[in-house]
């Protein structure tokens, strides 16, 4: 068994924030020696600190941050611009330390005028872009489940951790990322941002169907979808199994659109006489891209999870939870344990700031 | 000037549609060299995906194509011919990173696995993203981003509350996510060969990356074997929170009252009646909703954010995609680049999320047109001559077009 990728890399996680926490989790999980400065009041829900901070050793030392932050290879933080409690000066660290990685991970970056506005997720997520794709067409714009603007600027974070200090290992310097939540969703808008920008039209949210092969409908037992492109859309229009189907008003790539409605109808009929597995069994066989919406209990007892090991088992004092582990294979992960807030303070405070002096 | 991270590093990319391409965009962005593979018969769809009839070379031609694949380099490659694998072999040998999306099957079938790329390069880091693994009983699904989603359990968890319908991300959320992931697979790889010298193959499911992102929905379900409910616009952490209709065509402003007392500042900063102890505690939050409701439907939404910003509340526009491009702040931040394109006049274009403020990362160029680096990489960096070359293009494994180009 190999060592893991971030054994000896020490990580100081600031800020309190599910980003931060996020980010620091994949670090924690590939071998970095990970420690949170647990904020004054936490902010994360009880279930979102069993399954953020697992794999962490807590401290709670707001007076030694600046030279537990010394301390570190990579610091990760999420005090905004202005912010009264900013606990690190990240230029002052770079100059400090030239091969320390910091990364900032707040609502919209370092600078310019909303930088010190506060948010929230569904802010974040508004300010993101998304917000205006999701939802029915006829209901106002619909935030996504959990925290999703929260999550994708931590995954940023992460890989943005990783890289520097990548770059701090080839070339002997770290740097200071500035993420900005609403950067990290502003580029990530499909085809939708590209083409708004260049027709100057807004798309709109179309709620579950882009059109008729390409959306979600009831099935027999819930709720199952297909997203065909055009060179799976005779595969798919052969399960449909409907003479109508050949007619060149189908066929046709240019002329389907026109008929989407109709098609709709078909695929609402097929749907409904179908199980989520029969439908799943049809795609893998036929090469159709269909999926059903799965619950978190679903994927608790998902044969391809548990052969592939995907859970990661965390005691807690209301019992085992199991929660998403590694999040891909090919190198070696560390379940973590959950400790409790300031636990490790004095195991750290020697550790660390002897290091340093 | 600073090095970028990734300066040195040289990826053969293997990737199409969404996810692969946009983990590639990143590696460019930080620094790589990045080699996007396409076969004349099997390109990458996405250049082909918006009909644009009566466009001459509508492959070259798709700003959506060029937004998630620029500061790439195009070599054309036909895999599927032996000629077209040989070629590939050589190119692994100069390569740090192999990336694909391809379903689980694909790159076995074509005889390129793991096993025969250490073949070619003992070190090689090859990255496969399918949408559920190489292993399990689900590997031979087909996954696109929204599939992933439903698949994830994400779509389950959201929905307006009100009549059970889980609904889509408006977008194929599962894609960015992957990709995401993969350059961070991609970077601790690097790493891992740095200190060992040793390659890796790392197998990401895309579907267990995004189930990743709503861990906490797995802690309720194994701790407590709860069902997270579909909450609209709600968060019941905080005092209160919604939507809300503004003033013009199809405009919104989210609100966040995290607390008793960002609602009083709300009340305050839009003049509403702040008191509710005579609400009866179930009708509270439909109160808070039709005060603010009332409020804003006659107030500029900038103005609005603006106002309630500055009172100290999480107030954020639903900006829609031509909004967006106009946002004062991002304009601030110089977010938005026009790159110079050969056959389309500019547009604005997202520069790196990740702003490595020594490093600085910048678009250089356009993404490139179909096999523009076909003599550059074959003849400047394997060393093919003039005959084997012409070899290939007889043989169809290269060419500057694809070949029947249709529609996605």
Redesign the interface.
């Known amino acids: 068994m190999?060592e893991p990728?971030?054994s000896g890399v020490r990580v100081l996680e600031l800020g309190g924030s599910l980003p931060v926490a996020f980010a620091a989790k994949?670090l924690a999980g590939?071998g970095a020696d990970v420690v949170r400065v647990d904020p004054d009041s936490e902010t994360l829900?009880p279930?979102?600190q069993?399954?953020?901070l697992a794999g962490k050793r807590r401290v709670s030392a707001s007076f030694a941050v600046e030279s537990l932050a010394l301390a570190a290879d990579i610091v990760i933080e999420g005090d905004q611009l202005g912010s009264f409690l900013r606990r690190v000066n990240p230029a002052q660290l770079?100059r400090q330390k030239p091969s320390i990685v910091v990364v900032s991970i707040t609502p919209?970056?370092?600078?310019?005028?909303?930088?010190a506005?506060?948010?929230?997720?569904?802010?974040?997520?508004?300010?993101?872009?998304?917000?205006?794709?999701?939802?029915?067409p006829q209901?106002?714009?619909?935030?996504?489940?959990?925290s999703?603007s929260q999550?994708?600027g931590g995954?940023?974070g992460?890989?943005?951790a990783?890289?520097?200090?990548?770059?701090?290992?080839?070339?002997g310097?770290g740097?200071?990322?500035?993420?900005?939540i609403?950067?990290?969703q502003?580029?990530?808008?499909?085809?939708?941002?590209?083409?708004?920008?260049?027709s100057?039209?807004?798309?709109?949210?179309?709620?579950?169907h882009v059109r008729a092969q390409?959306a979600?409908y009831p099935c027999a037992d819930g709720?199952?979808?297909v997203?065909a492109?055009?060179?799976?859309t005779p595969a798919f229009f052969s399960l449909l199994n409907d003479p109508e189907l050949a007619e060149e008003r189908f066929r046709d790539?240019?002329q389907r659109p026109q008929h989407d409605d109709e098609l709709q109808a078909k695929c609402y009929a097929w749907f409904a006489d179908h199980t989520k597995q029969e439908i799943?069994d049809l795609?893998?066989q036929y090469?159709?891209?269909?999926?059903?919406?799965?619950?978190?209990?679903?994927?608790?007892g998902?044969?391809?999870?548990a052969?592939?090991g995907?859970?990661d088992a965390v005691a807690?004092p209301?019992?085992?939870?199991?929660?998403?582990g590694r999040?891909?294979?090919?190198?070696p992960w560390t379940p973590g344990e959950l400790h409790s807030a300031g636990q490790d303070t004095e195991e750290v405070m020697g550790e660390w700031l002897e290091a340093l002096s | 000037m600073?090095?970028?991270?990734?300066?040195?590093v040289r990826v053969a990319d293997l990737t199409m549609m969404?996810a692969g391409p946009?983990a590639t965009r990143?590696l460019a962005e930080?620094g790589a060299e990045v080699i996007k593979i396409e076969s004349p018969r099997a390109w990458d769809?996405i250049r082909t995906?918006?009909?644009q009839?009566g466009v001459e070379e509508p492959w070259n031609s798709s700003?959506?194509f060029?937004?998630y694949n620029r500061d790439k380099k195009s070599l054309t490659l036909d895999l599927a011919q032996e000629a077209g694998k040989a070629t590939f072999l050589k190119l692994v040998k100069h390569c740090d990173v192999v990336i694909e999306n391809y379903?689980a099957d694909v790159l076995d079938s074509l005889g390129l696995g793991y096993e025969v790329l250490t073949t070619a390069r003992p070190d090689i880091i090859l990255v496969s993203m399918a949408g559920?693994?190489k292993?399990?009983?689900?590997?031979?699904?087909?996954?696109?981003?929204?599939?992933?989603?439903?698949?994830?359990?994400?779509?389950?968890?959201?929905?307006?509350g009100d009549d059970g319908?889980?609904?889509?991300?408006?977008?194929?959320?599962g894609?960015?996510?992957a990709g995401?992931?993969a350059?961070?697979?991609a970077?601790?790889?690097?790493?891992?060969r740095?200190?060992?010298g040793?390659g890796?193959?790392?197998?990401?499911?895309q579907r267990?990356?995004l189930?990743?992102?709503?861990?906490?929905?797995?802690?309720?379900?194994?701790?407590?074997?709860e069902?997270?409910a579909?909450?609209?616009?709600r968060?019941a952490?905080?005092f209160a929170?919604g939507?809300y209709?503004c003033a013009g065509d199809?405009q919104?402003?989210?609100?966040?009252m995290?607390t008793l007392g960002e609602w009083r500042s709300v009340a305050k900063a839009l003049d509403l009646t702040e008191e509710l102890t005579d609400v009866p505690k179930e009708a509270r939050l439909d109160e808070v909703d039709r005060r603010i409701g009332a409020a804003l439907a006659s107030m500029d939404p900038q103005e609005a954010m603006e106002r309630l910003?500055k009172a100290?509340?999480?107030?954020?526009?639903?900006?829609?995609?031509?909004?967006?491009?106009n946002?004062?702040?991002?304009e601030?931040?110089g977010?938005?680049v026009e790159l110079p394109h050969p056959r389309?006049a500019p547009?604005?274009?997202?520069?790196a999320?990740?702003?490595?403020?020594?490093?600085q990362p910048a678009m250089k160029r356009h993404a490139p047109l179909f096999g523009e680096h076909n003599r550059e990489i074959l003849s400047g960096l394997l060393g093919l001559s003039d005959a084997e070359i012409a070899e290939l293009e007889r043989l169809e494994v290269i060419a500057g077009a694809p070949v029947n180009p249709?529609?996605?």
């Open positions: 190999h990728v971030l994949w590939f829900t279930d979102e069993v399954y953020l770079r919209y970056g370092q600078d310019g005028p909303y930088a506005n506060q948010a929230t997720n569904i802010t974040s997520f508004a300010m993101g872009g998304i917000m205006s794709l999701t939802g029915m209901r106002e714009p619909l935030v996504t489940g959990g999703q999550y994708l995954l940023n992460a890989g943005a990783v890289t520097a200090y990548l770059g701090s290992l080839i070339h310097e740097d200071w990322v500035d993420i900005s609403q950067e990290c502003a580029g990530m808008l499909e085809l939708y941002g590209p083409g708004a920008a260049v100057g039209v807004p798309s709109m949210r179309a709620g579950n390409w979600i709720f199952a979808g997203c492109l055009e060179r799976q790539p240019l799943l795609g893998a090469k159709v891209p269909f999926g059903a919406v799965m619950t978190p209990a679903d994927l608790l998902n044969a391809t999870l052969e592939r995907f859970f807690t209301g019992g085992t939870a199991m929660i998403p999040p891909f294979l090919g190198l | 600073k090095k970028l991270p990734l300066d040195g969404w946009y990143i930080m769809n995906l918006i009909p009839p700003y959506y060029n937004d379903r559920y693994g292993t399990g009983p689900e590997r031979a699904q087909v996954g696109f981003g929204p599939i992933i989603e439903q698949m994830s359990a994400l779509t389950s968890l959201t929905g307006y319908v889980p609904i889509k991300t408006g977008l194929s959320y894609d960015p996510v995401m992931a350059v961070t697979a970077v601790l790889a690097l790493i891992k740095r200190k060992t040793e890796t193959f790392i197998d990401l499911a267990e990356v189930s990743t992102f709503i861990g906490e929905a797995f802690v309720a379900a194994s701790l407590r074997g069902t997270t579909q909450r609209g616009n968060e952490r905080y929170q939507v209709r199809e919104w402003l989210a609100v966040s995290r910003a100290g509340v999480p107030a954020g526009r639903v900006l829609n995609t031509v909004d967006i491009h946002d004062p702040h991002l601030a931040r977010y938005w389309m547009w604005k274009q997202p520069r999320s990740w702003q490595f403020k020594e490093a249709g529609i996605g």
